[in-house]
């Protein structure tokens, strides 16, 4: 089985993964997606006006006071984005949708409310290709209520295990317990993971987080503009300037970057000693990785501990163009909200 989220590559260092293969693929197997999404009547507002959808429902808040519904509906299609989104992590290593059967949405949707995803393997088809086998899955999205408002029956290509193209050589997974990609409910389903508890990191390991995030212009000029930068060289073509990529903008992409690994911290206490060596151009691509310096408990919060954790970000040149440390305070194993909020 494939079910470790890490690849060992010597001398305490380890990459991420995501994905299951087509050989653990098995029908019956549930997987519950962790993390869930909130979806705004904002988010529901821009996606109708960004796809000119005519249908007002969406976002005319005095026409849709006087249906049924008494508020906007969220867009059906974004709805069906922020599933398929959600469902990425165990099924990363897919390489083709083939097509969806079936969209039923059984309850509505409304603005500021909490998604949730599962997916189920109804039938493998093992096939001809090398290099995928074909997986029905059956995707149920939820509300923070648990009610379920879609299902969707859908075929994928999956990957054969040492097909996708990431597995390039022979790099052993890292099983280990604190690694596995999924634990399992009463029930018998799988829970993605969120991260590392406290327990599961160590002074002198390091983590390159996967896969790497490449910005564009138009990303930098849209969180300027949202954080109203009135610098006009992060807003278009300005002389005299080469383009790059706004400051603020590259230290939040990689930060989130780290959180694949680092995703059950309780607070980011701060950064310190903040490098950025060169200006990161549009179409660059950034590779980040953390070593965690030091772990302490906390005095104070027995339900948590203190790690210290130096992050670098390069391009693919090995130019270095970010790099910072951060302390960050996080859970312990069985502590924290996850059972609670269903993780």
Known sequence: MSRYGYLNLGAGR?????GLSFEDAMPGLRIRHRPGLDVSQRDNQLDSVHLINNAHLHYDSHYAAQTEWGKPLSVSTMTLQRFFGMISRSWYRRRALLGISSIALTSPVLGDDTLYAESEVTA???????DVGIVALTITGRNRAGAAVAKIDCRIELYRAGRHPEDVGDIPLADQDRFLLHHSDESGALIEQTGLFFEDLAAGETFEHWPPRTLTAA???HHALESLEINPRWHGEHAGFEPSIWEPLVIGAVTGLTTRTFGRVVANLGWTDVKLPRAVRPGE???VESTVIETRASGSRPTQGLAMVETRAQVETGELVCSYTRALLVYRRGEGPYQAAGY
């Open 285 to 287: 691509r950034l590779s």
């Open 219 to 221: 990303e930098s000029r």
């Open 14 to 18: 380890y990459r991420e993964r995501f």
């Open 124 to 130: 493998v088809e093992d096939g001809d290709d090398p």
